[in-house]
């Protein structure tokens, strides 16, 4: 029942979302793969397409839809953007045989998902590229340091995935003359590793790994946490809402502005950029943790600064 | 057919990361009604004592600690029998002090009021910090929070995985020894500590002590919004009492005791949370011995035993960001049963309900209005209301001042309101010699109208934090024994009279002027007006702590106390006399070895010499000892 409505709802909005001009003279055709329909992947795809559409007023046609609806779907299009994790493995595989596939622009997944599902050819030849929806590790630290001046131990908790993480973060805090503890969560569990980490930490870094962090393991680390005063640095809005002291994060439509940014000047000719960092974010704190914790923060004040702290 | 199997795949890696990460949503874990309040908010004077704090001041329990904090005072009935108490020595017991851990007083209502027996039971390995409210406040604690509230957290069960194992040994018979064991999963973690803390006490003294414990805890988080806490305790105290006369010769007193504790808090909503707490717990002492005067000898026994079962409710809530609420009510039934004491072989009994609730109001964000009353049912002494007012002003951001008013009880206890203690002849016939108390029952509670002045300010720039305060405390209804006349015997009866008024200042800096380095001072100055001059030096003009914690090279870890008391005598028997400065000194190195994480540490308390305590003739000499730590 579930699936014959989505199956429905893709389908509409492939007929609805799809218009265009291609009569005009010099269209350009564009897939965009949602892995949801809805949501933050849409919003991310709505940014992304008025991004385009600002630049370059009825230029493109436009296909939108569920990614698992465009397979059979002719012609094939100069450019597919791929919305999410799903989409980008889904349009990757699509396009697997041709010889020519159309360039791919993935946005809005995590470097470690990207980078675990990439086609390693087509990112080498320049046709495969991406906007993450992770924060560049340099903008971590840096936030957790216009933050929490004191602090100079941070610590993360990672699993046999996330563990990529730690090189990248390792050196930018040594930048900052700040000091990374790293502690895998094994076989024994999460709380061994939390406890040690704990021990030697005055900040706690979240990074998203569903085998570290999900809805169960959130409230034990971040009441934890808590208990010794240690506070977490979230990767989302949820995290803030749910009890982090702070989080950093892109929004959807950040994500999706940076990708209409990078397919804006690919159309006008320029090579597909490597994959990046999307480059607009927000800064949300929880001002009833802080305020707990004995930590005065400015949601405003910190953005602006971290922002102001990136410009060339 | 490649997506088909993408899409078939797809559900089988939800361990790995996505985009839905991100955008998945979370429950509100840490709820403002989970938060603690920050210590500018506070209804009043908090010094928080953390685990680190604990471990680097090498005490052995947690009346040592508490002479970090302002105001406390710490004595050795001989050395058995430590006591801390907050401004005044008014008692060798604690019974004018309350005690929470984790929520469940410890205070014992059979004989005269305790609370050193159950803060002897204490494993200091467990807890995870110790907040005192310096001051009073019956009226969100009740009765008996009364001169300082003590509320000892214990570790989180999901905080104490793994095994931990400790010996110390040392001078005067020193030997202690712990051993735990945590486990669990993400749903619930359970804990098992089993200690022992042996010593000989004071050199020409029969106080050695043999204090052991089994405490069990579980911490369940059946779902994200209820946190569920077990905890079974039992333990049993032994200790050498007596002065070596006819009337008090030296014997071996005991205590034994068990807990049990439930308390389930669910979250209702974000700003909304609701407690229950269950409580049932019984005690047994044992002191009995054979009194001589010249040709007569008698048998003195005051041991019995008590129980309590404990109902209570809590519903806290914000209404909006400028109020909050809690409200709740308590139920609590105790029982003593002591042919000796009591002079009847029935359980006597008394009931106790209590209603309270509190408003937290933020008319303006530099200004914090708090008022709270508790009204508290008993059955032999009636209703008694307890009501508090404080007003916290935050001048600047880090800089706070709060005034504060509130009255406070200390409620009779067992032997207070009903004890009658006879010795008879050990010879046949029996016949009865003395008459030592007889209460009429007529006792009320004691009252204590606290006026406090206290400043909060933080320096961040020079990692500062600074807390004084200023207070007047007007006692009222002091209890005393008092002798009356029963036919041919005089026994005392537990009697009201005018209570002193307590005034001073107190305040505690606590500065880490480099990383490493951490300096503490905590410091009251304190006089008693009462007209009676043996009351009057109760308490002493000045009674000072300094601190020093230093992280060394090697990573090594030194820490020094230096604790001083001008004059003053403790009731109930102590002599006028001065405590020059005790300096403790402690080195530890902590280390590891593997997956194994373990310190050793040496310290010595009383590094510069013994010094007289409690009495002229009784002395807390220099003593040394070593602890092995090991958690893997």
Known sequence: MRRRFFTALATACLCLMTYGSAWAAGAVSIWVALSETGGAHAEAAEALRTELDRAQPGRIEWRVAHWSRFPGVKPEPQWVVAVGTAAQRGMQELFAGGATPPPLLAILVPRLAFERIADQARL????????????????????????????????????????????????????????????????????????????????????P??????????????????????????????????????????????????????????????????????????????????????????????????????RP | MPFLLALLIAPAAAQEVSEKDYFGDLPVVLSVSRLAQPLDETPGAVTVIDRELIRRSGAREVAEVLRLVPGFLLTYRNGANPQASYHAGMDTYGSRMQVYVDGRSIYSSFYLGDTHVGLRGLVLEDIERIEVLRGSNSASFGANAFLGVVNIVTRNAADTHGVMLSATVGDKGINDNVARV?????????????????????????????????????DLMPT???????????????????????????RTAGNADAHLLVRWQRQLTPDQQFELRFVHEREFLRDRFIATAGPISALVDTSGEGQRTEIGLQHSLRLDEAMRVVWGGEWRYETARSKPVFFTADTISLHQWRGFGSVEWRPHPQWLLQAGGMYEGHSYTGGTFSPRLTANFHVLPDHTLRAGITKSQRAPTFYELRGDSRLYLLTAPATQVA????????????????????????????????????????????????????????????????????????YQFDWRPFSGTRLMLAEAHTRIASGDPAEEREAPDRNTSVTWLQRLPGEFEFSAISTATTPFKWAGGGDLINTPRRLDVRLGKPFAMGATRGEVSVTVQAINGGYQVYKMNQRFDRRAFATLRLDF
């Open chain 1, 124 to 207: 080498r030849g320049g046709s495969l590229s991406a906007v993450f929806l992770d924060q560049p590790p340099a903008r971590q630290l840096e936030m957790i340091r216009l933050a929490l001046p004191a602090v100079s131990n941070i610590g993360i908790l990672v699993s046999a995935e996330s563990k990529a993480h730690g090189a990248s973060l390792e050196k930018a805090a040594r930048e900052r003359g700040m000091r990374l503890a790293i502690s895998q969560v094994g076989q024994d569990g999460l709380f061994p590793a939390l406890q040690s980490l704990l021990a030697e930490v005055e900040v706690l870094l979240a990074l």
């Open chain 2, 224 to 250: 994200v919004k209820d946190d569920v806490m077990i905890q079974f305790g039992a333990g049993e105290t032994w200790r050498g009492e007596g002065v070596g006369t006819g009337g008090n010769p030296f």
């Open chain 1, 209 to 310: 790994d569903p085998a570290v962090y999900n809805s169960q393991t959130a409230a034990n680390i971040l009441t934890a946490a808590y208990r010794q005063q240690v506070p977490l640095v979230g990767f989302s809005p949820a995290y803030v809402r749910a009890g982090a002291l702070l989080a950093l994060y892109s929004t959807p439509a950040q994500v999706g502005l940076r990708g209409g940014e990078v397919l804006r000047q690919a159309l006008s000719g320029k090579p597909l950029p490597p994959p990046q960092w999307p480059r607009e974010f927000a800064v949300g704190v929880n001002q009833d943790v802080a305020r707990s914790l004995g930590i005065a923060l400015d949601q405003a004040q910190l953005g602006e600064q971290l922002r102001q702290r990136e």
């Open chain 2, 435 to 506: 008459w030592t108390f007889l209460a009429s029952g007529n006792v009320k509670p004691e009252t204590l109208i606290t006026n406090e002045l206290g400043y909060l300010g933080r320096f961040r720039q020079i990692n500062l934090s600074v807390d004084a305060r200023a207070f007047v405390e007007r006692m009222n209804n002091r209890v005393w024994f008092s002798a009356r006349t029963v036919g041919a015997f005089a026994p005392n009866d537990a009697v009201n009279r005018p209570g002193p008024r307590i005034h001073g200042f107190e």
């Open chain 2, 182 to 218: 945590g486990w669990g999963d993400e749903k619930a973690s359970f804990r098992v500590t089993g200690a022992r803390r042996v010593d000989r006490g004071f050199n020409n003294n029969y106080d050695d002590s043999h204090v052991s414990r089994l405490q069990l805890r579980a």
